[in-house]
């Protein structure tokens, strides 16, 4: 499958605004992903944060990283079962963030790259590292682990 055709909203559970991958940019299938997110001025997310000097709230970049994870992790799992039928989703959790770096803002109108590779798996439970990027610079890193419902 091209890239370019997996769907976000076809993979993870989430929907309207706080579906928050635009797309998959690559992927292996095994152990990476990359995804991409542009946040607009009008997003729910900017209303109140803070007026006047809309930044986006750093709890969002860390949902981008669970979500691009949890996209990755459903990826794995329709290739080991050949799952092609959307209504046998197993459900993706955060259970944990192990550690997490802000070090940019992120301004409305911003393209957020996000990298992420999982570095094991034990039992139900992924840990993954995540970057996430604006115009190639880095804004945020962390350490989570997701739970996958069996």
């Given at each position: 499958m091209k890239f370019d055709e997996l769907k976000p909203g076809d993979l993870l559970p989430h929907s309207d605004f706080m579906l928050l991958i635009d797309k998959v940019i690559y992927t292996d299938y095994e152990k990476s992903i990359t995804t991409a997110k542009t946040v607009k001025k009008n997003?729910?997310?900017?209303?109140?944060?803070?007026?006047g000097y809309p930044i986006l709230p750093g709890v969002f970049?860390?949902?981008m990283m669970f979500q691009s994870s949890g996209i990755l992790?459903?990826?794995?799992?329709?290739?080991?079962?050949n799952i092609n039928n959307t209504s046998e989703k197993k459900i993706g959790k955060a259970v944990k963030i192990k550690s997490a770096t802000f070090?940019?803002?992120?301004?409305?109108?911003?393209?957020?790259?996000?990298?992420?590779e999982?570095?094991?798996?034990?039992?139900?439970?992924?840990?993954?590292?995540?970057?996430?990027?604006?115009?190639d610079e880095e804004i945020c890193q962390a350490e989570i682990i997701l739970s996958i419902q069996q």
């Open positions: 997003d729910i997310y900017f209303k109140g944060h803070f007026s970049i860390i949902e992790n459903r990826l794995i799992q329709e290739r080991k079962v070090k940019k803002e992120v301004f409305p109108n911003s393209t957020i790259i996000i990298k992420s999982k570095k094991f798996d034990l039992m139900n439970f992924s840990e993954y590292k995540a970057v996430a990027y604006v115009d």
